[in-house]
């Protein structure tokens, strides 16, 4: 029987990503499509704004990376405990979305000018949003609560990215750093870093 | 005894006017804070999560974000929508918006020589960005999302309201969205807001 998600990307970790890791976080099965540009011509019209990631489930196509995100995360647990701890989940999530399009566009540029220009950008935010999540992070190995949320993820897969763009840049925040530990030696987690697959972003 | 919900903004509508809709279509009791960007904004700022506002006090925590704080406010109040699915709907269709506020937005941010090209960048997009909307709006008239008044009502009534001062007939095929603008000042709590509600430039 099919799984009851259906989760439609291009091959790339990016927005993506973080419903791949809730999912797997919680052992819970997901159909991971991933297709290449020319396939998407075709979808392009039936998806709901145009645009992936989409999650298909229940005959309903939600669109927009963090809403799917976010609801995997309810139904798999990971979203928070009460509203209030949903909303510190959501807070982190915010502020540290703008910064992974912002990288793909440092890494992908072509134009070595352009590449430099966008650097320049990135370098200037990265410790912005780095250091206004480390502030606020728990100590404990999670940014919010006694354990893991979708936030922990989200901001993983970003400072993943981050840590290939300058490696080291994560040294300089202790609280995180143990956030990244602590995704790591999730054992699933760990497991799907092994097993998926190999991309740029 | 003082409300529960403490919302800290300037004396605007912007980013938190959403988030006042919401406390206000559901009849739920606030204090909204609006404080001065000149006097009283300076000293807040190291005060505040993320150094922006809007934020949100509530039992002890601060919560900052605009789509955080509207989203956690909805959820108490009801309007958020009634099953995860639904809720998943909510979201992403406020997600969308957020381009359409951007565009609408940085008419009012241009400098005067550049404001007739975002006027037209709004032009450009708004057209197919609401046919979308029109489809995906559900089937029950007047909402959005499911059979009653969400989070995606509100944000859809208060961006389109300013999107409509520049596309004026914008909406007129598009029946199904022209019925949201009308559900959401019929609800009663709304309605009084808007009445009352201080006069802000945006």
Same mark, same amino acid.
């Given at each position: ?60 196509? #939600?669109?927009?990376?963090?809403? #799917? ?123 799907? #870093? ?8 | ?103 609408? =937005? =940085? ?16 032009? =450009? ?69 808007? =009445? ?7």
């Amino acid at each position: 029987m099919a799984p009851k998600y259906k989760f439609t990307y291009f091959n790339m970790r990016a927005r993506g990503e973080p419903t791949r890791l809730i999912f797997t976080a919680a052992g819970v099965e997901f159909e991971d499509v991933r297709i290449d540009f020319e396939k998407w011509k075709d979808l392009k019209e039936s998806a709901p704004m145009g645009q992936l990631p989409m999650l298909e489930v229940d005959g309903v196509k #939600i669109c927009q990376s963090m809403s #799917i995100a976010r609801f995997a995360a309810k139904e798999t647990g990971l979203a928070g405990k009460t509203n209030l701890e949903q909303a510190q989940a959501d807070m982190f999530v915010d502020e540290i979305s703008e910064l992974l399009p912002k990288l793909a566009g440092a890494v992908f540029a072509s134009d070595e000018a352009v590449k430099a220009e966008k650097a320049k950008e990135v370098d200037k935010m990265i410790p912005e949003k780095l250091g206004r999540l480390e502030k606020l992070s728990g100590a404990n190995g999670h940014l919010v609560g006694d354990s893991l949320l979708w936030c922990d993820l989200v901001v993983f897969n970003v400072a993943f990215n981050v840590e290939n763009y300058k490696p080291g840049t994560l040294k300089n925040y202790p609280k995180l750093t143990k956030v990244m530990d602590t995704v790591k030696a999730n054992k699933r987690i760990a497991d799907w #870093i092994a097993k998926r697959p190999e991309t740029k972003f | 005894m003082a409300p529960k919900y403490r919302l800290i903004y300037f004396n605007l509508r912007a980013r938190a006017e959403p988030t006042r809709l919401l406390f206000a279509a559901a009849g739920l009791q606030y204090e909204d804070v609006r404080i001065r960007r000149d006097t009283e904004w300076p000293a807040l700022k190291p005060n505040t999560p993320m150094g922006q506002v809007p934020v949100l006090e509530v039992d002890g925590v601060t919560i900052c974000q605009s789509n955080a704080i509207a989203r956690y406010v909805a959820k108490e109040t009801g309007l958020a929508g009634k099953t995860n699915l639904e809720q998943a709907q909510v979201d992403m269709l406020v997600d969308g918006m957020g381009d359409l506020r951007g565009k609408q =937005a =940085a008419i009012r941010k241009a400098s005067e020589d550049k404001k007739d090209q975002c006027k037209e960048e709004l032009a =450009a997009f708004a057209p197919n960005f609401l046919r979308r909307y029109e489809e995906l709006s559900g089937p029950h008239a007047g909402h959005l999302v499911g059979d009653s008044l969400t989070w995606a009502d509100l944000e859809f009534y208060d961006v389109m309201a300013k999107v409509l001062m520049y596309l004026p007939g914008i909406l007129d095929n598009l029946p199904k969205l022209a019925k949201v603008m009308d559900t959401v000042p019929a609800n009663k709590g709304v309605a009084d807001w808007l =009445a009352k509600r201080p006069e802000t430039p945006h």
